[in-house]
Structure formats: structure tokens, C-alpha cells
């Protein structure tokens, strides 16, 4: 007899593969040492955070033991923390955002389930776009909907719009997006950005009800040779960009996120109404007292992107020279190279034998493909160089 519900149940036996592959490396960690592999598994930021959240911290510090210092608060956030993101917003998406456009949570993940919670009717469907990143079917079953992947353009991993406008249908409840993309560093275009809408507001006037543009951002703040995403909140009513500090401010673990909705929706007041009660019955409460502060005191820092880029070169140069074939991330510190011989998990499984822990991009809806994380030191790149080496000599000789 289970103790668990047949759901949870069956989501145990089908682990995330990032977190099997991140317990996978602690048993080779214990075995061999730290320093002897070379885990690329999970995206866990190892940068400090900037001066401006110790500063912060240290400004909260010197009023922690007054009253109510941590104490409850509105369910979507503190009201100055809420006007000076706004603020910021305004600056990154190019249009006026006020406190009534925002609502502070615990993370983008709280953010995305508190939307879903507000919106999806048991029954109807989420589409995203694969690769994807595999809690958003979790985000969604939790509110009795159902998750859909569209394939990607198979040479770019950019949106197919032929088929995602066959995707769409009379239960279709939202399209959620992910650009900077993990798992592939993809960034969409303005034409990519422009399509998606087009195609959102035919099939919201077909089907008589609209269809929400989700776009999960956590990292618009990391992208390359200066490219800029383009904002989804100018361009539709039904848009939503949900984000947070975990990677621009390497405050994973502090779980401060936000939900921005667009300044165009009609019906505004309604929606950030229901988000506050979601945020409260979905048992988040209120986001952290704590990382608001943070977040308020940093909001014009992010972590050295300098670093990254530096990182995403040595990855590039250690991946070419061992012969794998990949496309260059624009954005994130993510690679998704093709996996020599074709079968991710096996690969997955040769790398593991030279101490380099991957993800395979079955586990992201794209076999075929394995996933690296670049958030790690230069150094911990180049030692697993020749382990990358031989693993692909091993399947393709």
C-alpha cells in the first residue's frame, strides 16, 4: 500500500535528470575528490553576489531587532520594494511600469505557479517550446492542467510558428516561453517576439478567449555579443514576464522573484488581485522580507558578466577541439551539444566514466543533445578537456 498519491508516486520513479546526474557527482565527489570532477550538471551560480546586497544586508542588519522587522506583509510584496522594481522594469522592457504592474514572490518558480494557479482551468492545456525546461509540466499539473512541448526549428532551436499555430487549440491556455533559453542559450529575436504575437492574438479573436504569452526570464540579464532580448509586455495585453534575482544577483537561494504583467491589459486590477490570493493559498504567503531588501538595495548590479563570457569561450574552445559539434550560446551559461553517436543518456553515461557530470537533453524534451552548465570556474573547464576528448573517441571509434 503507497503512502504517496499515484502522481507524486510516479514523479519520484521519473527523477528530474538534472538532479539525478547532481547526486550522481556527490558519490563520485566522495570517491575521487572535489577537485577531480568536473560537474557541469546544475545551473547553480558560483559567482559572489555584488557589493550593493552586502551592502543591503548589512543596512537591514542595523534594523533587525525592530518591530515587525519581519514581520507579514501585502501577500505580493512590500509597496516601496514593488515601486522601485517597477522602476527598474520600466528602464529593461521599455515601457511604464507602476507597483500595480508588479507582484513579488518566492522565485520565478512561485511566480509561474501563483499565475497558473490564477488562470489554468483544470483540463486545459500550457504549450511550451523544446527544449524546455522540465518543471514547467510539474507548474502546470499542479493546477489539473495539461503540458505540451512544440518542437523548435531544428537547426537554430528558435520558435517553429507553423508549428506552434497548428498546436493551438480550443483548450490552449497559455504559451510559455523561455528566452534566454535554458537548456540551449538560445535568445529570441524581435521577428521571433513579433510572430509569436500575431499568432497569439489570431488564435485568442478564432477561439474567443485569450491565449497568455508566459515568458520566463531569469536570464535577460546574461547575453552575448551584445544582444538585447526584446520585451513581450509592449507588444500584448495577455503578456506576462515572470523572472528573478537567482542568477543576475546570485541570490538562488533567497528565492525572491517577481511576476510584471503588461500595462495594455483591461483587466489589470483583476488579475494582480487574483495573484495575491494565489500567492497566499498556494501557501508562499508573502515573498521574503529579507530578500526584498536585497533585491531593492541591487537592483541597478548583476554579477560580473565579464566572467561568463570569458567562461562560455573556454567552454567553446575545450568542445571544439575535442571534434563535438554545437551551436554557440547568445545567452545563459548553458551548451547543448549534440551528443556523439546520437543516444543522450548513453552519452551522458560515457561522460560519467571520465568523472564529467551532464544532463542529457532527454531530459529537456530533445534527445540527442546533452546539456552543460558553464557556471564554474575556468580552471574546473580546462582539467575535464581531455575527458571530453576521450569520451567522444569512446562512442565513435
Not at 159 to 177: M, S
Request: charged content about 20%; hydrophobic content about 40%.
Amino acid at each position: 500500500m503507497s503512502i504517496l498519491s499515484k502522481t507524486v508516486a510516479s514523479y519520484l520513479q521519473n527523477a528530474s535528470w538534472i538532479r539525478r546526474m547532481f547526486e550522481a557527482g556527490g558519490k563520485l565527489k566522495a570517491r575521487f575528490g572535489e577537485d577531480n570532477v568536473y560537474d557541469f550538471s546544475l545551473g547553480n551560480p558560483d559567482l559572489p553576489a555584488p557589493q550593493a546586497v552586502g551592502a543591503a544586508l548589512r543596512k537591514f542588519a542595523e534594523r533587525a531587532d525592530k518591530p515587525f522587522a519581519f514581520g507579514y506583509m501585502p501577500n505580493g510584496g512590500f509597496g516601496w520594494a514593488r515601486e522601485k522594481l517597477a522602476a527598474c522594469l520600466s528602464g529593461e522592457h521599455g515601457v511604464a511600469l507602476t507597483a500595480d504592474d508588479v507582484i513579488l514572490c518566492c522565485g520565478a518558480a512561485g511566480g509561474l505557479n501563483a499565475f497558473l494557479r490564477a488562470t489554468l482551468n483544470p483540463g486545459e492545456e500550457v504549450l511550451g517550446i523544446a527544449p524546455y525546461f522540465v518543471e514547467y509540466g510539474f507548474y502546470t499539473e499542479n493546477h489539473g492542467g495539461t503540458f505540451r512541448a512544440v518542437d523548435s526549428l531544428k537547426d537554430t532551436f528558435k520558435p517553429n510558428t507553423l508549428a506552434l499555430e497548428d498546436a493551438i487549440g480550443p483548450t490552449t491556455r497559455a504559451l510559455l516561453i523561455n528566452s534566454p533559453n535554458n537548456p540551449t542559450g538560445v535568445v529570441y529575436d524581435e521577428g521571433n517576439i513579433r510572430a509569436i504575437v500575431a499568432l497569439l492574438e489570431a488564435k485568442s479573436k478564432k477561439f474567443g478567449r485569450p491565449v497568455w504569452l508566459i515568458s520566463d526570464e531569469p536570464y535577460r540579464f546574461l547575453c552575448y555579443d551584445g544582444i538585447n532580448p526584446p520585451s513581450v509586455l509592449p507588444r500584448y495585453p495577455y503578456a506576462v514576464c515572470v523572472s528573478s534575482f537567482s542568477k543576475s544577483l546570485s541570490l538562488p537561494g533567497e528565492r525572491v522573484g517577481y511576476v510584471a504583467v503588461s500595462p495594455l491589459l483591461a483587466e489589470k486590477e483583476e488579475l494582480m488581485a487574483a495573484l495575491n490570493l494565489t500567492i497566499r493559498i498556494l501557501g508562499f504567503v508573502n515573498p521574503p522580507v529579507v530578500g526584498q531588501h536585497l533585491m531593492a538595495g541591487a537592483l541597478d548590479s548583476h554579477v560580473d558578466i565579464g566572467i561568463y563570457t570569458e567562461r562560455r569561450q573556454v567552454m567553446a574552445d575545450v568542445l571544439s577541439d575535442a571534434g563535438y559539434a554545437f551551436q554557440m550560446p547568445a545567452g545563459a551559461f548553458y551548451f547543448f551539444p549534440q551528443a556523439p553517436g546520437g543516444d543522450d543518456v548513453a552519452f551522458v553515461n560515457t561522460l560519467l566514466e571520465e568523472r564529467i557530470l551532464a544532463v542529457p537533453g532527454s531530459g529537456f524534451g530533445c534527445p540527442g543533445h546533452f546539456r552543460l552548465a558553464f557556471c564554474v570556474d575556468k580552471s574546473v573547464i580546462r582539467r575535464a578537456a581531455e575527458g571530453f576528448a576521450k569520451a567522444r573517441r569512446t562512442v565513435e571509434t
